[in-house]
């Protein structure tokens, strides 16, 4: 697992036994960590991690 990885699980909230990251989080984490909004998603998915409350409506 990438140190980029790490951070993600770091900042991941476990809601109903799954994994939650909100779409603010991830793009703090992205600033944070020299990353694009994409590599986070595509690391999220690798993950099992769930997106919410996405600001620009792109994951539900």
């Known amino acids: ?3 980029k990885e790490k951070a993600i699980l770091d900042a ?3 809601r ?8 603010a989080v991830a793009v703090r984490l992205s600033r944070e ?3 694009s909004l ?3 998603g595509d690391a ?3 993950l099992g991690i ?5 600001q620009l409506g792109c994951f539900a």
Not at 50 to 54: F, M, N, S, V
């Open 38 to 40: 994409r590599e986070i």
């Open 12 to 14: 991941v909230v476990m």
């Open 1 to 3: 697992m990438s140190d």
């Open 50 to 54: 769930k997106i919410r409350e996405c």
């Open 16 to 23: 109903d036994d799954r994994k939650v990251l909100t779409c």
């Open 33 to 35: 960590h020299d990353m």
């Open 44 to 46: 999220c998915n690798r």
